[in-house]
């Protein structure tokens, strides 16, 4: 059966049926692999986002006529460009999600680990993104 309220136990069911754990050795290994996958999204995070600034280019001033309308590159590379930030975007969310689930396993260890693991990994890789300001989407997860 499955907790509906956050306890604390070394038995904790990850994801998928057979990620189980029964054991101290075994919960401290799903709590590190937590801990690592989540400075893993901020790294991910981080690299998108400098993607992102490396390839986006200054947009000309918006025409007075057609002021909603911006005009795409139609360049091979920017193309290829928006492909990667797309994929990066991708993987990215889906770690985020897959973190998500972890949570929503309501096991205290596991949710200190991850927040934990995003706190240790926005302070490693992504402390210094100030001065990149990119907000896709107010979702903590995307």
Not at 41 to 47: F, G, N
Not at 109 to 138: H, K, N, Q
């Amino acid at each position: 059966m499955m907790h509906m309220t956050l306890y604390w136990g070394k038995t904790v069911t990850l994801l998928i049926d057979s990620w189980k754990t029964n054991s101290w050795p075994s919960y401290l290994l799903t709590l590190l692999a937590c801990f690592l996958f989540s400075a893993f999204y901020q790294y991910m995070e981080d690299r998108r986002l400098q993607f992102k600034a490396i390839t986006s280019t200054p947009s000309a001033p918006a025409s007075t006529a057609a002021p909603l309308l911006v005009k795409l590159s139609g360049s091979r590379g920017g193309r290829l460009a928006r492909f990667v930030n797309a994929v990066l975007f991708g993987v990215n969310s889906a770690i985020g999600y897959l973190l998500m689930l972890s949570i929503m396993s309501y096991n205290g260890g596991v949710l200190l680990a991850i927040v934990l693991g995003l706190s240790v990994g926005y302070f490693v890789f992504r402390a210094g993104d100030e001065e990149i300001v990119a907000v896709d989407s107010p979702c903590a997860c995307a």
